[in-house]
């Protein structure tokens, strides 16, 4: 295009030289800078367990390979018939629950929660992580009723799209022949960006790791769905053995860093790229010699520090000092002229114990660095050690730690981290605040040894491909959330649950009360699948869900990380690394709680009669904190309030004012209220019967509002500027 204007000059007529510059410019109109890819390709997606209605597009759920999609045309009883798409000819008559209803992402659908376990081994105030099974699309427009603007980071390890069949698009697995692979994944992507930032807070922070395959389209997408943001792209070695690939052996990850407002990374105390024993504390390098060295060294420049040290020759400690050679000086003993020829006598005792003197490596003698008053706070405070003490010369090795140094430990700027059996305090200096840097290069993100290694010795068996070192995953939250103990991650790609795992980690390393929402569905491998459906199992049935992600790999996970016990009984063999959790074993697992859920459909009708609170509940629970636990309502009482929990429901308008005392009787444990009305102006009245700082919302109303809100223009794909 630039060539063509550059042209424009050598046109001679001027009338044909400006109509054809109207000609470009109309052109430059219409062509972008920036990512284009075929976002037209509708997204649907397979629901077991969605009510089949007459009208429904349905798919044969026991014929995985026919892939048409068919309407309802007729239901007669637990039967239905059906016809292809466009047409009103029946064409088969199948059972219901043969049919799994089919949903593009811009129909409404109403999600809620079912709960499939959990556990319980932190205090009971602590908020529960979150782990859901489910369509992860339709999870964030759950979320987005639930944690609008109140997620401290996002993090995302999305499908790789590497062609190898490791995800599906439209119900079908992807690979390398799929021409359009690269569009379904960016138009995949888009879609859920988009609402994930609308969970974000305003200085939130959007994490996402990918490889060579999408790393480039991942970056233009990015900087075009979030324009204000300040992004930041580390290369990570995630394996240093490399991975041949017919060109050079690929070592690298990559993670794209979105900081929204002003977010920015944590200081820590490790680069996560620079030689690691230089990054690590240091140990001692606060203690120095207590004997002066080069100038006012000799003990004529200090008479008054010259004295001898009593040193108890068991425990080879300094208990206490002697006469300076000023004060023998001054009793007559010596003449000041003498101070620098005078020889200690070895075989001098105070207190009936050997001395050590300050003699210097000339056989001299010299002076101490502090005198007797400071010595005895050294003395008591553990800032002196003693060795190669020989008794029988009056010399050895005298270390303390200086006055600047010990104001430092004060200042916690240096730890004492043990004592000695001296007595003396074992110091390590704590290392300078750094920044990670933008490459990475740890042995402990190794993805072999401490991600699939680590997932075996938690499942007892190999369930499945590449999972991220947790390690890796925990260095890449603690940059961002290291001094937000409170902060809430959310992972709606979870694959097998590293992210909760690597957050229960920097608990257990500050007592931090950090939660964690996963998202992952209960998707089988391709291969699974096969012998599934050849052994007469298929979508829906158990021996089919109890081989998927959800159930097979991160439920599991998160359980024996917790728990420390595999889901065979077994104790978790293995320990963590001491750079991480010095002396903490797998088996010991994590005082954290967690809940699991499968994320079912809800018909709104029913919602709205309040028939369906039962599923709505958790959604309250997790939207107040997920702190205790949250209870189903009897149909009778006037309001629901867990006495463990921080929320409560008010079903009875009419109780309204017993209702808000209660509240009010529990104001700092009740965080959420929620009100059952029709009527919005009802519902502002009895909101002004509720304490000031209780977040209140009402039901079914909001809820049932979210999720046409949020379709479709939430759900559009992204296009460029």
């Known amino acids: 295009m630039a060539?063509?204007?550059?042209?424009?000059?050598?046109?001679?007529?001027?009338?044909?030289?400006?109509?054809?510059?109207?000609?470009?410019?109309?052109?430059?109109?219409?062509?972008?800078?920036?990512?284009?890819?075929?976002?037209?390709?509708?997204?649907?997606?397979?629901?077991?367990?969605?009510?089949?209605?007459p009208g429904s597009i349905v798919q044969k759920r026991v014929d995985p390979e026919d892939q048409m999609r068919y309407t309802v045309v007729e239901l007669d009883g637990e039967r239905a018939t059906i016809a292809p798409?466009?047409?009103?000819?029946?064409?088969?008559?199948?059972?219901?629950?043969?049919?799994?209803?089919?949903?593009?992402?811009?129909?409404?659908?109403?999600?809620?929660?079912?709960?499939?376990?959990?556990?319980?081994?932190?205090?009971?105030?602590?908020?529960?992580?979150?782990?859901?099974?489910?369509?992860?699309?339709?999870?964030?427009?759950?979320?987005?009723?639930?944690?609008?603007?109140?997620?401290?980071?996002?993090?995302?390890?999305?499908?790789?799209?590497?062609?190898?069949?490791?995800?599906?698009?439209?119900?079908?697995?992807?690979?390398?022949?799929?021409?359009?692979?690269?569009?379904?994944?960016?138009?995949?992507?888009?879609?859920?960006?988009?609402?994930?930032e609308t969970l974000l807070k305003p200085d939130g922070v959007l994490v996402v790791t990918i490889d060579e395959h999408e790393v480039h389209h991942l970056g233009v997408l990015l900087e075009g769905a979030f324009p204000d943001t300040r992004r930041q792209m580390v290369t990570a070695v995630v394996n240093s053995a490399g991975v041949q690939q017919g060109g050079f052996s690929r070592v690298e990850e990559y993670i794209t860093f979105c900081f929204f407002g002003n977010a920015q990374a944590s200081l820590g105390h490790d680069d996560l790229l620079s030689d690691?024993?230089?990054?690590?504390?240091?140990?001692?390098?606060?203690?120095?010699?207590?004997?002066?060295?080069?100038?006012?060294?000799k003990a004529s420049d200090r008479p008054n520090m010259a004295y001898p040290l009593a040193v108890d020759p068991d425990r080879l400690v300094v208990v206490g000092a002697g006469r300076s050679l000023l004060e023998r000086s001054e009793a007559g003993e010596l003449s000041r002229d003498d101070f620098d020829q005078w020889r200690p006598d070895p075989l001098e005792l105070v207190g009936g114990l050997p001395v050590l003197w300050p003699i210097r490596s000339d056989g001299t003698?010299?002076?101490?660095?502090?005198?007797?008053?400071?010595?005895?706070?050294?003395?008591?405070?553990?800032?002196?050690?003693?060795?190669?003490?020989?008794?029988?010369?009056?010399?050895?090795?005298?270390?303390?730690?200086?006055?600047?140094?010990?104001?430092?430990?004060?200042?916690?700027?240096?730890?004492?981290?043990?004592?000695?059996?001296?007595?003396?305090?074992?110091?390590?200096?704590?290392?300078?605040?750094?920044?990670?840097?933008?490459?990475w290069n740890r042995p402990a993100h190794n993805a072999g040894t401490h991600g699939s290694g680590l997932l075996k010795a938690l499942l007892g068996d190999k369930r499945f491909d590449f999972p991220k070192s947790v390690y890796s995953t925990l260095d890449t939250l603690a940059t961002l959330i290291r001094n937000a103990p409170n902060a809430l991650v959310l992972d709606f790609f979870a694959g097998s649950g590293?992210?909760?795992?690597?957050?229960?980690m920097l608990n257990a390393q500050d007592g931090g009360s950090r939660r964690c929402i996963l998202v992952t569905n209960n998707d089988v491998s391709d291969s699974e699948v096969k012998a599934l459906n050849e052994a007469g199992h298929f979508v829906g049935d158990p021996e089919y869900e109890a081989q998927g992600i959800f159930e097979a790999v991160a439920k599991r996970r998160v359980e024996a990380a917790i728990t420390g016990v595999r889901a065979d009984g077994e104790p978790v063999d293995g320990s963590y690394l001491d750079q991480y959790l010095p002396g903490h074993d797998y088996a010991?697992?994590?005082?954290?709680?967690?809940?699991?859920?499968?994320?079912?459909?809800?018909?709104?009708?029913?919602?709205?009669?309040?028939?369906?609170y039962e599923a709505v509940a958790p959604l309250l629970w997790i939207a107040a904190g997920s702190i205790g636990h949250w209870e189903t309502w009897d149909g009778e009482s006037a309001w629901s309030a867990p006495g463990d929990s921080s929320y409560a429901v008010?079903?009875?308008?009419?109780?309204?004012?017993?209702?808000?005392?209660?509240?009010?009787?529990?104001?700092?444990?009740?965080?959420?209220?929620?009100?059952?009305?029709?009527?919005?102006?009802?519902?502002?009245?009895?909101?002004?019967?509720?304490?000031?700082?209780?977040?209140?919302?009402?039901?079914?109303?909001d809820y049932l509002r979210n999720f046409v809100v949020n379709v479709p223009r939430a759900s559009t794909a992204f296009r460029p500027p």
């Open 650 to 701: 008010l079903f009875d308008e009419s109780e309204a004012a017993s209702f808000g005392a209660y509240v009010e009787s529990r104001s700092e444990e009740i965080s959420h209220a929620w009100i059952v009305t029709n009527s919005h102006s009802a519902y502002l009245d009895l909101q002004e019967q509720l304490p000031a700082g209780v977040e209140v919302g009402q039901l079914y109303r």
């Open 3 to 53: 060539r063509i204007e550059d042209l424009f000059d050598e046109i001679a007529d001027p009338d044909l030289r400006e109509q054809i510059g109207r000609e470009v410019k109309e052109l430059k109109s219409t062509k972008r800078f920036g990512l284009v890819y075929e976002d037209h390709v509708p997204e649907t997606v397979s629901l077991f367990g969605l009510p089949v209605r």
């Open 365 to 439: 003698l010299g002076n101490w660095q502090v005198g007797r008053e400071t010595l005895a706070e050294l003395i008591d405070g553990g800032f002196i050690r003693v060795s190669r003490f020989d008794r029988s010369e009056a010399r050895g090795s005298v270390m303390y730690v200086s006055k600047g140094y010990r104001e430092k430990l004060a200042a916690g700027e240096i730890e004492a981290v043990d004592r000695a059996d001296d007595g003396s305090l074992v110091l390590e200096q704590i290392a300078p605040a750094l920044r990670a840097k933008t490459v």
């Open 276 to 297: 690691e024993k230089a990054t690590r504390r240091r140990r001692d390098r606060v203690w120095d010699y207590m004997h002066r060295t080069g100038t006012n060294a």
């Open 498 to 504: 590293t992210t909760l795992h690597s957050v229960a």
């Open 85 to 196: 798409i466009g047409t009103e000819d029946p064409v088969d008559e199948l059972p219901v629950r043969d049919l799994l209803t089919v949903k593009r992402f811009e129909e409404p659908v109403y999600p809620g929660l079912t709960p499939v376990g959990e556990v319980r081994r932190g205090p009971h105030d602590k908020p529960a992580h979150t782990v859901i099974s489910g369509e992860n699309y339709h999870a964030l427009q759950l979320l987005a009723y639930t944690h609008a603007g109140k997620v401290d980071v996002i993090y995302l390890d999305p499908p790789y799209n590497t062609g190898d069949k490791s995800w599906k698009y439209n119900n079908r697995f992807v690979d390398s022949n799929d021409s359009y692979r690269h569009s379904k994944w960016l138009a995949m992507m888009a879609k859920r960006l988009r609402l994930a």
């Open 588 to 612: 010991d697992g994590f005082e954290e709680n967690a809940a699991f859920f499968r994320m079912d459909y809800l018909e709104p009708d029913l919602v709205e009669l309040g028939r369906q």
